[in-house]
């Protein structure tokens, strides 16, 4: 089946600092990938989409200064924490299709903690 | 605007016997309905999902879940527990035909021998 893999898979960074968490589809092409974050306890929450080549669209409530995502090429999106604090510890997790509302395969996860 | 409930954070069942996770919707369109699991340190796989038609649909590894709208209800089930299906178990909705999923909160199921 096809497979996302994040990376890293933990990090952790002081406070202040810029994050980048990867998001790749290893043996298939994803014309859109999606960012979600999960909070201890909490569902996981879309944060933005990104189309390949295109601008990322963000959730109401997202800052989009904050969570730089790009989406470079039909493999790889990155999603950049700017001047994370520990409010932004969380559990970042990617999905990724192929076409339309075909099926989403989702990555692991990446958990930031930032002190 | 919709909104999943996924009752009991956490479930225990011994093996071989009967697995049931709880998982009510909010709506206002037609949803589409979805059950996820996720083993640990992979990503989430999908179980099975619900569209239109039949109301009871079969996913993989022996679970079922059943549409109620009646009851606006999404509850998983699987007759015998195995060991192998410890994980936590996510419902979601989408708002018919769209990308954007909602999730609950997830439940995480242990199996005792």
């Known amino acids: 089946g096809a497979v996302v893999s994040q990376h890293p898979s933990w990090v952790i960074c002081k406070s202040g600092t810029s994050v980048k968490i990867e998001c790749r589809s290893l043996d298939f092409q994803a014309t859109t990938m999606f960012w979600y974050r999960q909070f201890p306890k909490q569902s996981l929450m879309l944060m933005a989409t990104s189309n390949e080549g295109s601008k990322a669209t963000y959730e109401q409530g997202v800052e989009k200064d904050k969570f730089l995502i790009n989406h470079a090429s039909l493999t790889l999106s990155t999603l950049t924490v700017t001047s994370a604090h520990p409010e932004d510890s969380s559990f970042y997790i990617c999905?990724?299709?192929?076409?339309?509302?075909?099926?989403?395969?989702f990555g692991p996860g990446t958990r930031l903690t930032v002190l | 605007a919709q909104s999943v409930t996924q009752l009991g954070s956490h479930v225990s069942v011994s093996e071989g016997a009967l697995v049931l996770l709880r998982c009510n919707y909010s709506?206002?369109?037609?949803?589409?309905l979805f059950w996820y699991v996720q083993y640990p340190n992979q990503g989430l796989q999908l179980l099975l999902k619900?569209?239109?038609?039949?109301?009871l649909v079969k996913g993989i590894n022996g679970f079922e879940a059943e549409f109620k709208k009646s009851e606006t209800s999404f509850h998983l089930t699987k007759p015998s527990a195995h060991m192998s299906d410890a994980a936590e178990y996510f419902c979601a909705v989408s708002e018919g035909n769209t990308d954007k999923l909602i999730f609950g909160t997830g439940t995480r199921l242990q199996v005792f021998p």
């Open positions: 619900y569209t239109t038609g039949a109301t």
């Open positions: 999905s990724a299709r192929v076409t339309p509302l075909a099926k989403q395969f």
């Open positions: 709506s206002s369109v037609p949803p589409y």
